[in-house]
């Protein structure tokens, strides 16, 4: 099987796990391309969580996609963020790019199909809680 078509069976797994456990309805989510998924939080920001199978991670990611002010304001709020996330997140501004993120890898190997039950029940109690976290600044610029 190659590695698209895994991404591909992983992310429907993850999909119809998530549906029969009611932890997202489908209007909160899209597939992007077979690399990963998109869940919305609002317009300015969204979680983009993937899988690297080179690095052998998994990766949720506060996107923001033009909007600097939010950085600032989730980064002036760091301790309390990560306080609430439950660990440490990696920054990155991206100075020279409009957009910037929020991050957190774990290791995964998409290749190891008997770890993709833990790597999902990891995403849905991780997902909800990136959500509440961020959401409620969504107002504050």
């Not at 997202?24 to 990963?36: F, N, P, Q």
């Not at 980064?75 to 991206?94: A, C, F, M, T, V």
């Not at 833990?118 to 909800?128: A, F, G, Q, T, W």
Request: net charge neutral; with cysteine; proline share 1%.
């Amino acid at each position: 099987m190659s590695l698209k078509d895994l991404q591909q069976k992983y992310w429907n797994t993850f999909i119809k796990v998530a549906l029969i456990k009611r932890k997202l309805s489908s209007d909160e989510y899209r597939l992007v391309k077979t690399a990963g998924i998109d869940v919305a939080i609002c317009k300015d920001y969204h979680l983009y969580i993937s899988t690297d199978s080179r690095k052998k991670a998994l990766t949720i990611k506060v996107y923001i996609d033009s909007n600097k002010e939010y950085y600032k304001l989730f980064e002036s709020k760091k301790l309390e963020i990560e306080d609430q996330i439950g660990s440490k997140l990696e920054w990155r501004n991206l100075e020279d790019n409009k957009s910037s993120m929020i991050m957190k890898s774990v290791e995964f190997d998409i290749y190891n199909e008997e770890s993709w039950g833990d790597s999902i029940d990891y995403l849905l109690s991780e997902i909800p809680k990136y959500i509440e976290v961020f959401k409620k600044y969504e107002y504050s610029i």
